[in-house]
T-cell receptor
């Protein structure tokens, strides 16, 4: 069966420090991968999505970047965190093919930038 | 463009009360519609979905009907339990395309008291 792993679960970082959040998917190949952010009172916002290795699309201009060095690995990064980067970050995947549009989510990372 | 509007929370109910969480959408064409649930400290899970007009999605006693004429997908449950306390997200997936992005509403916090 397919599983998605996201870590760390919680992270407290000072302003200006770098960030790296990692997400891996097991049990499937060629998934579409997504990073969402849930900011307080603002719901879920799609940040990045990827349809293949090295292929990243950004949905909103921001201080973050994403990379997909391997088929089932999706990394969210920042060189210098801002206070506004605080939030709950969710990685998700879905099969590349087929008509099933369901997204499978990781358990999330709560990021606090102080 | 595509967007989802949900009723603001929090919604506070007593156990066994009737629940309605309103959701309306704006989309080009005929999107698929979803309700996701986020229990405290966890990621999102698909609760139910509907892929065409007049479809009714149902799961765990929750129901929602895809109403094209009112562009709505309201979530209902006849008798809520304390264990239903969570944040509920309405979402849509635009028809077509390879990315199958989900566009979420802001979420509605449901608190059920014993």
């Amino acid at each position: 069966s397919q599983t998605i792993h996201q870590w760390p679960a919680t992270l407290v970082q000072p302003v200006g420090s770098p960030l790296s959040l990692e997400c891996t998917v097991e049990g499937t190949s060629n998934p579409n991968l997504y990073w969402y952010r849930q900011a307080a009172g603002r719901g879920l916002q799609l940040l990045f999505y990827s349809v293949g290795i090295g292929q990243i699309s950004s949905e909103v201009p921001q201080n973050l970047s994403a990379s997909r060095p391997q088929d089932r690995q999706f990394i969210l990064s920042s060189k210098k965190l801002l206070l506004s980067d605080s939030g709950f970050y969710l990685c998700a995947w879905r099969p590349r093919t087929g008509t099933n549009e369901k997204l499978f989510f990781g358990s999330g990372t709560q990021l606090s930038v102080l | 463009g595509n967007s989802v509007t949900q009723m603001e929370g929090p919604v506070t109910l007593s156990e066994e009360a009737f629940l309605t969480i309103n959701c309306t959408y704006t989309a080009t064409g005929y999107p698929s519609l979803f309700w996701y649930v986020q229990y405290p400290g966890e990621g999102l899970q698909l609760l139910l979905k509907a892929t065409k007009a007049d479809d009714k999605g149902s799961n765990k006693g929750f129901e929602a009907t895809y109403r094209k004429e009112t562009t709505s997908f309201h979530l209902e449950k006849g008798s809520v339990q304390v264990s239903d306390s969570a944040v509920y997200f309405c979402a849509l997936s635009p028809r077509g395309g390879a990315t199958n992005k989900l566009i979420f509403g802001t979420g509605t916090l449901l608190a059920v008291q014993p």
